[in-house]
């Protein structure tokens, strides 16, 4: 896979004095309590892979969103081929022949492969009708591009992720763009699709296209690369030659000499009785025998890029993936989990990443943080609405949920709010074994001390926490064992109180 080293790599590498496809200058974007872009310089050059790193929160999506004209920045400038531009909207950027592969996918799930390749731009016969044939004609030509075998009259939703995160870069290819932006691409790709995919965005590079590729594998960055910028903190660390950017000196760039060691909970005295094993868990095309264990009393963080497995290893425990295979031991007992419910029967708590999936909008606030225990809060057969008030009343104030007033349907708060009210249910429920994952994911920055603190009471009182977060500082503040998932298999199992920020990158890509 060295697409960016081939033998014309020399003839095509741009000149300093080559004036740059793009320039984006001081560009500043602010949001309540976060500077996602602190006055950002970036350029792009005709016929480069300009690859852009950086952790979770750096700013690397920020920055194409607004180039891509679905953001505003609040100042600076953005120049293409000379020309400022004043104000980008996704449709000036696409007759700019500016092409976004986004992280999260934008396909419409009930239309086919081609509807979607041509979404909005459909080709049209002489009498202004959709020409059926010839769109399905040409998305099959962007497939072949690619090198994948898709049919493109089938429906979007019964793909794979990998599949449909090719559809959408095919959608990108099909409207010739010159300018690419490319957001954790190949996260859900194997290896040979990746591969497929450097050699598309190779010729690409060949014949004058500029490409943003943001990526964390630190490993793709000599395949694919020939300059290097970094965001630290919404603020550019550094660009540099790719031949200067060895892994030591781009882990330092990302993670930054100012960032000292978390200070971390007191662990575990030792190791408590074992609450949940996982033997060879596995599902198709994401997870790949994985096998570990959480005990009583401990944090066991699991770490990992995006794709990694992590997402579909929590879905796997708690019931929510199919053609789950390998087996789940709860204290010592085999269970069978096949859903939601019966997880929760046999003691297991998960805080998702989609939050808002798991409220009942119209709902009040106590309804919602009592759901896990709703056959728990009855007297004579009826809900006591007194005592689940109560329960709620303190968590409201625990978490400083706003407005703290009990009787407003969660679908009038905030999102980090109706977050917090999620993270409140699992906290109240007598779980013995919670997954949270990205726990503090969305909840304002003064709330995080106290998410933390309760998960401390928890494991004081015997609770095993698997705790899934992208977020290394957390993760070295709170887990006694990191688990380093790659590929959907655990690449490593480290000592929380030894691991580092660099270690886990390393590890990780």
Same mark, same amino acid.
Do not use: C
């Given at each position: 896979m060295s697409v960016a080293r081939d033998a014309d790599h020399a003839e095509r590498e741009p000149t300093a004095s080559q004036a740059p496809l793009l320039r984006m200058e001081q560009i500043d974007k602010r949001y309540p309590g976060v500077h996602a872009l602190d006055h950002v310089d970036f350029e792009l050059r005709r016929g480069e892979v300009h690859v852009l790193l950086g952790e979770n929160g750096a700013g690397k999506s920020t920055l194409v969103k607004i180039l891509s004209g679905s953001l505003a920045p609040d100042s600076g400038r953005i120049v293409i081929d000379d020309r400022e531009m004043a104000a980008l909207t996704p449709e000036r950027a696409a007759e700019l022949g500016i092409g976004m592969v986004y992280q999260e996918l934008s396909l419409v799930p009930a239309l086919s492969v081609a509807e979607n390749i041509f979404l909005g731009q459909p080709p049209r016969n002489r009498l202004g009708l959709v020409a059926w044939p010839e769109m399905v004609k040409r998305a099959q030509a962007s497939l072949d591009e690619l090198g994948v075998d898709i049919d493109p009259r089938v429906e979007v939703r019964s793909l794979e992720v990998a599949r449909q995160q090719l559809t959408e870069i095919a959608r990108v290819l099909a409207r010739r763009p010159k300018i690419v932006l490319l957001d954790e691409p190949t996260s859900a790709l194997s290896d040979a699709e990746r591969e497929r995919l450097f050699e598309t965005i190779g010729r690409m590079a060949a014949s004058g296209v500029g490409i943003v590729y943001i990526s964390h594998r630190l490993a793709e960055v000599p395949l694919i690369g020939q300059r290097v910028t970094v965001l630290r903190d919404g603020r550019v660390a550094g660009s540099l030659p790719v031949e200067q950017a060895d892994e030591d000196t781009m882990v330092q760039m990302m993670v930054g000499r100012s960032v000292g060691q978390?200070?971390?909970?007191?662990?575990?005295?030792?190791?408590?009785?074992?609450?949940?094993?996982?033997?060879?868990?596995s599902v198709p095309d994401a997870l790949h025998g994985v096998s570990l264990e959480v005990h009583e009393g401990e944090v066991l963080g699991i770490f990992g890029l995006m794709g990694a497995g992590q997402y579909e290893l929590s879905r796997a425990i708690f019931g929510l993936e199919k053609d789950v295979s390998g087996s789940i031991f709860i204290e010592g007992r085999k269970v069978e989990i096949a859903d939601p419910r019966t997880a929760i029967a046999n003691g297991l708590g998960l805080l998702t990443r989609d939050r808002r999936a798991e409220l009942v909008p119209m709902q009040p606030i106590p309804a919602?943080?009592?759901?896990?225990?709703?056959?728990?809060?009855?007297?004579?057969?009826?809900?006591?609405?007194?005592?689940?008030?109560?329960?709620?009343?303190?968590?409201?104030?625990?978490?400083?949920?706003?407005?703290?007033?009990?009787?407003?349907?969660?679908?009038?708060?905030?999102?980090?709010?109706?977050?917090?009210?999620?993270?409140?249910?699992?906290?109240?429920? #007598?779980?013995?074994? =919670?997954?949270? %994952?990205?726990?503090?994911? @969305? &909840?304002? !920055?003064?709330?995080?001390? #106290?998410?933390?603190? =309760?998960?401390? %009471?928890?494991?004081?009182? @015997? &609770?095993? !926490?698997?705790?899934?977060?992208?977020?290394?500082?957390?993760?070295?503040?709170?887990?006694?064992?990191? &688990?380093?998932?790659?590929?959907?298999?655990?690449?490593?199992?480290?000592?929380?109180?030894?691991?580092?920020?660099?270690?886990?990158?390393?590890?990780?890509?």
């Open positions: 978390p200070t971390r909970r007191k662990p575990v005295s030792g190791p408590g009785r074992e609450l949940l094993r996982v033997e060879d868990l919602n943080i009592t759901l896990a225990r709703v056959g728990q809060r009855r007297v004579w057969g009826l809900l006591d609405g007194d005592a689940e008030s109560r329960a709620a009343a303190a968590h409201v104030e625990d978490l400083g949920i706003q407005p703290p007033y009990l009787d407003r349907p969660v679908m009038h708060l905030s999102g980090g709010n109706q977050q917090k009210v999620v993270l409140a249910r699992w906290l109240h429920s #007598e779980a013995k074994i =919670l997954i949270f %994952d990205e726990p503090t994911r @969305g &909840v304002d !920055v003064g709330a995080k001390a #106290e998410v933390f603190a =309760l998960m401390t %009471d928890l494991l004081q009182k @015997g &609770v095993g !926490v698997m705790m899934i977060s992208s977020e290394m500082p957390e993760l070295l503040e709170m887990a006694d064992r990191i &688990v380093v998932m790659r590929g959907g298999r655990i690449a490593a199992e480290l000592d929380g109180q030894r691991a580092s920020q660099e270690e886990l990158l390393r590890r990780a890509s």
